[in-house]
């Protein structure tokens, strides 16, 4: 399985930007998804999830009501709405599976989540 988070770029604070994660197989119609960011010299931090259903979302308390995760069923595709950018979103962003088929709770620690793409570069200018 391989993912693949796009979408990233340079904006403005106060900006938007739209990352999108795709997958080679169809692993998120059963595998929760979430996206992670991390800065050098820190962890990963939880941004937000979605589990495999659809139906629940959760977001991190640093970006609720500006970022947004979302799945396109058609297009095999799990998404992140980011508005309002400020600068300390600034990071690389990773989407990741869980390693869990059919989980009923959104995780939020990276070692729960075994399939990881390559980081998409979100920089926020002030």
């Known amino acids: 399985v391989q993912l693949q988070a796009s979408g990233g770029g340079l904006v403005q604070a106060g900006g938007s930007l739209r990352l999108s994660c795709t997958a080679s197989?169809?692993?998120?119609?059963?595998?929760?998804v979430a996206w992670f960011r991390q800065v050098p010299g820190k962890e990963h931090e939880f941004v937000a999830g979605?589990?495999?259903?659809?139906?629940?979302?959760d977001h991190a308390d640093s970006v609720k009501g500006r970022f947004t995760i979302s799945r396109d069923v058609v297009k095999n595709t799990v998404n992140l709405q980011m508005n309002s950018l400020r600068p300390e979103d600034t990071a690389d962003y990773y989407c990741?599976?869980?390693?869990?088929?059919?989980?009923?709770?959104?995780?939020?620690?990276?070692?729960?989540?075994?399939?990881w793409g390559r980081g998409t570069l979100v920089t926020v200018s002030s």
């Open positions: 979605i589990i495999w259903t659809g139906g629940r979302t």
């Open positions: 990741a599976a869980d390693a869990q088929r059919n989980r009923n709770v959104i995780l939020t620690t990276p070692r729960a989540y075994e399939y």
């Open positions: 197989t169809r692993i998120f119609d059963t595998r929760n």
